[in-house]
């Protein structure tokens, strides 16, 4: 089996390293790798940090794969550069699947993250670089692109198609049959019941607290 290393070295990918290396099955990581004006220190989570520009070099594509780990920036553009450059040099990107979640799709690319609990439902299918994290549901029969963001408890329904670059706040959903353009963002605890166009932004009512009542104010 291949070693491999992953791109990113925030609080995220140590998470993700964590998960990586507690799972059978998945390959030896050997270090993180960020472009070198971002090096802050050698060392992280007890491996090396090594700089990006010398991957190719350090960890050849014939020995190593990667693990992209960078989480929800700039709507996901930074995962998608990063996705591009890394293919252009050869490399194939690892997926990690937590143990705890369910996979029933019936097609998923490469570079995506699927933690605890989350469930891709059945007949979906999934593009590339997409995080899903704990307790998501991707509903059946349901398409997704490319480098998207899911958080915690997010869902959508069943034939739904979700664009690129879409960013799913905690505890949203989508209901069946929408269309997601792409760069989407969902606020948190938004429920969204018709189909959004490209750059769109939903935000749930939100209560502020005043003098010890509940008022309803929209953002």
Same mark, same amino acid.
């Given at each position: 089996? +291949?070693?491999?290393? !992953?791109?990113?070295?925030?609080? /995220?990918?140590?998470? !993700? /390293?964590?998960?990586?290396?507690?799972?059978?099955?998945?390959?030896?990581?050997? &270090?993180?790798?960020?472009?070198? &004006? /971002?090096? +802050?220190?050698?060392?992280?989570?007890?491996? $090396?940090?090594?700089?990006?520009?010398?991957?190719?070099?350090?960890?050849? $594509?014939?020995?190593?794969?990667?693990?992209?780990?960078?989480?929800?920036?700039?709507?996901?553009?930074?995962?998608?550069?990063?996705?591009?450059?890394?293919?252009?040099?050869?490399? @194939?990107?690892?997926?990690? !699947?937590?143990?705890?979640?369910?996979?029933?799709?019936?097609?998923?690319?490469?570079?995506?993250?699927?933690?605890?609990?989350?469930?891709?439902?059945?007949?979906?299918?999934?593009?590339?670089?997409?995080?899903?994290?704990?307790?998501?549901?991707?509903? @059946?029969?349901?398409?997704?692109?490319?480098?998207?963001?899911?958080?915690?408890?997010?869902?959508?329904?069943?034939? &739904?198609?979700?664009?690129?670059?879409?960013?799913?706040?905690?505890?949203?959903?989508?209901?069946? +049959?929408?269309? !997601?353009?792409?760069?989407?963002?969902?606020?948190?605890?938004?429920?969204?019941?018709?189909?959004?166009?490209?750059?769109?932004?939903?935000?749930?009512?939100? $209560?502020?607290?005043?003098?010890?009542?509940?008022?309803?104010?929209?953002?």
């Amino acid at each position: 089996m +291949k070693k491999a290393v !992953i791109f990113g070295d925030t609080n /995220y990918s140590g998470m !993700i /390293y964590s998960y990586i290396k507690n799972t059978p099955g998945c390959p030896e990581v050997s &270090a993180f790798v960020v472009d070198r &004006a /971002y090096i +802050k220190k050698n060392e992280f989570c007890g491996i $090396p940090v090594r700089a990006a520009e010398d991957i190719l070099s350090d960890f050849p $594509p014939v020995d190593y794969d990667v693990y992209i780990c960078i989480g929800y920036q700039k709507m996901n553009e930074i995962r998608r550069t990063v996705f591009n450059r890394l293919k252009d040099m050869g490399y @194939h990107i690892l997926n990690y !699947i937590h143990p705890d979640a369910r996979v029933y799709g019936s097609k998923i690319g490469e570079g995506n993250i699927v933690l605890t609990f989350a469930i891709i439902g059945l007949h979906s299918e999934i593009g590339n670089c997409n995080i899903f994290m704990d307790g998501s549901v991707f509903g @059946h029969d349901t398409v997704m692109g490319n480098f998207n963001y899911f958080s915690y408890n997010a869902v959508t329904g069943g034939y &739904a198609n979700v664009g690129n670059c879409c960013f799913f706040g905690l505890n949203s959903s989508i209901a069946n +049959k929408l269309t !997601i353009g792409d760069k989407t963002m969902v606020g948190v605890g938004s429920v969204v019941t018709e189909s959004t166009e490209e750059g769109t932004v939903i935000i749930a009512q939100k $209560p502020i607290i005043l003098k010890g009542k509940s008022h309803l104010v929209n953002f």
